[in-house]
């Protein structure tokens, strides 16, 4: 089940707000994790079991971390419990590819097909938070068995983040304050990023897929620029769109989850990318991974080595293939190259130029995203650069770039800049300025709810169509 659709927007979720206010507070987070459960066994089944299992090992195995005092004991807990929630990651998401790579070296494996279950990367992640986070002693564990399924279980954010740090959300799950306020700004977050996945994301993945399947022959320069740029679009709109609608589900609910996503395709080096992009990654494997390995602190080399180190990481986090290990070195190298000279010099620069340049490397960076092998990423870039493919666009490709395709892909890179905060000041402003002017405060009320109520009626009608709608980090 994913959130743009029409069972849960009609059927699924107004069910779980209804029970979950319907009850008792005292029972309100038991309430909200059996519909998280629900949620996950609809997508995934029997698959919901290894879930199960990792809220139980993790609850007690916490415990007795916890109430251990000697070192060696404390640690061997520690190993343990990362061990068993690491090993079925590994088995469902990288065995495959373990094996793909021992059979090229002549020792051969038989073994069928793993099925990847669906947010695995995600709610492991949050739990070795939550081990790690006691391990420090930056929180207490968690009493309740229940509350702490819930924070691992969470359906706004299991599927596909944003990734939540156990400290960022502990007092939450005892105390969290529910008021219209709140629950009206996570409605209107939550429509914003439904339109942004089904009105820009979604068309945008329909053209990004149409250039893609293109056999050989038929691919040109022309197609391959489109092709990569709608893909661009995609993943951004597609991606942050969730996110915004998980964060916008959590309020419903009276939780505050930290942003994602902080417009990454205005930076102007890996480095500001990164800070803005996929946020509650890139703060999960720095506090738990980066500063760990000894950050920047060991000197000049050992802190590259730790920025490479992490970013291959990243790229295998992503998915088991080449592709994405090779996505994660390029993201490195930069990363490295910025703290050195060349960051200093690309930091004089004009900032039309430090944004090309990190433009330039996002957008070549994703056709490693997208194809399925190293050899195919080769062919796109000898067509995308004039090396290989056909002189003129095929035609198949060409009918679809119509009207409505130009207007949302112009939609989208505006909306890529940061237009609605500031759309938002200047309302406040106004608001403010005219503060005895109750019609300007009604003009203004008005406006944002005939923009809520368009965004909301248009993806339904897109979502009632059957068209196009897949989730890309669904498969991450």
Known sequence: MVFSSIIFLFFFLPLTLICYYGTLKKLRNFTLLLFSLLFYCWGEGQFALLMVFSIIVNYFGVRLLNKSNAKLIKNTV????????????????????????????????????????????????????????????????????INLGLYIALFPQLIAGPIIRYHDIARQLFFRTINIDKFASGVERFVYGLGKKVLIANPMGTIADSVFSLPPYQFSTSAAWIGILCYTMQIYYDFSGYSDMAIGLGRMFGF??????????????????????????????????????????????????????????????????????????????????????FGQWMAERP???????????????????????????????????????????????????????FFTLGAAIILSFPLYPYLQKFASSGIKSTSNNIGVKVIFSTLKVLTISSILALSCMSLASGSYNPFIYFRF
């Open 78 to 145: 520690l190993a343990s419990l990362l061990f068993i929630n690491l090993a079925p990651l590994f088995y469902f998401k990288y065995f495959n590819f373990f094996v793909e790579n021992i059979s090229k070296l002549g020792i051969n494996i038989s073994i069928n097909h793993i099925h990847l279950p669906i947010g695995i990367s995600f709610f492991t992640f949050q739990a070795i938070s939550y081990i790690i986070d006691v391990y420090r002693k930056e929180v207490a564990p968690q009493e309740s068995i």
């Open 351 to 405: 900032k039309v130029v430090q944004h090309m340049y990190l433009s330039i490397i996002v957008i070549n960076t994703w056709v490693l995203f997208r194809v399925d092998s190293l050899p195919e990423a080769l062919h796109y870039f000898k067509t995308l650069y004039g090396f290989e493919g056909m002189s003129q666009m095929y035609p198949y490709i060409a009918i679809k770039l119509d009207y409505e395709f």
């Open 256 to 341: 505050s989850f930290l942003e994602n996503f902080n417009y990454p395709y205005i930076a102007k080096s890996a480095r500001e990318f990164w800070r803005r992009w996929h946020i509650s990654l890139s703060n999960w494997l720095r506090d738990y991974l980066y500063f760990p390995l000894g950050g920047n602190r060991l000197g000049t080399l050992r802190t590259h080595c730790n920025l490479l180190m992490v970013f291959l990481l990243c790229g295998l986090w992503h998915g088991a293939s080449w592709n994405f290990v090779l996505w994660g070195a390029v993201h490195g190298f930069f990363l490295v190259i910025e703290h050195g000279k």
